[in-house]
T-cell receptor
């Protein structure tokens, strides 16, 4: 199994641009999670899906952030417009019983 | 609601010495407990988990943890650490039948040669 796949691994963009992060969960897993990790705030849960349905999006910082899961094998996290304070590492994780994390996307907004 | 406390933000230890990373949790219901490890520039990897049964749980890389319900603790231990154990360690808790996992702030373990 390839594990959780995230793309891109690194993203550098200018303030105001739209950013789309992608995640392919492990086949057969029914839950998917998006996290953000920074030195200041640590690991934060942004949103999670169960069977492609958003269950808890209380961690989404503001309306600039949106996430979708159109099918069981793909999810996106979009930031529009991006701001420098969005710079962080974004992790996707999927689970059946315990969570398996992807390698993360390091986002830098200048 | 559940919460996790990791009192030690940084733990330096000499190579081949024992180490204990502390974790305490708060919950009004039964919980599952986890330890994850994050190596530099990587995602989190599950070290071990407690779901039920024996309170002493053994994980990968020689780590083990003991669930203590009366003290609401789940401390992680290793009898002899290696340089390669240098990483960030996260304790986490979840409620059975509920996917959401609450992570602690992490403990940075530095193994000194």
């Amino acid at each position: 199994d390839a594990g959780v796949i995230q793309s891109p691994r690194h993203e550098v963009t200018e303030m105001g641009q739209e950013v789309t992060l992608r995640c392919k969960p492990i086949s057969g897993h029914n839950s998917l999670f998006w996290y953000r990790q920074t030195m200041m705030r640590g690991l934060e849960l942004l949103i999670y899906f169960n069977n492609n349905v958003p269950i808890d999006d209380s961690g989404m910082p503001e309306d600039r952030f949106s996430a979708k899961m159109p099918n069981a094998s793909f999810s996106t996290l979009k930031i529009q417009p991006s701001e420098p304070r969005d710079s962080a590492v974004y992790f996707c994780a999927s689970s059946l019983n315990e969570q398996y994390f992807g390698p993360g996307t390091r986002l830098t907004v200048t | 609601a559940q919460s996790v406390t990791q009192l030690d933000s940084q733990v330096p230890v000499f190579e081949e010495a024992p180490v204990e990373l502390r974790c305490n949790y708060s919950s009004s219901v039964s919980v599952y407990l986890f330890w994850y490890v994050q190596y530099p520039n990587q995602g989190l990897q599950l070290l071990l988990k407690y779901l039920s049964g024996s309170t002493l749980v053994k994980g990968i890389n020689g780590f083990e943890a003991e669930f203590n319900k009366s003290q609401t603790s789940f401390h992680l231990r290793k009898p002899s650490v290696h340089i390669s154990d240098t990483a960030e360690y996260f304790c986490a808790v979840s409620v059975p039948s509920y996917d959401k996992v609450i992570f602690g702030p992490g403990t940075s373990l530095s193994v000194i040669p």
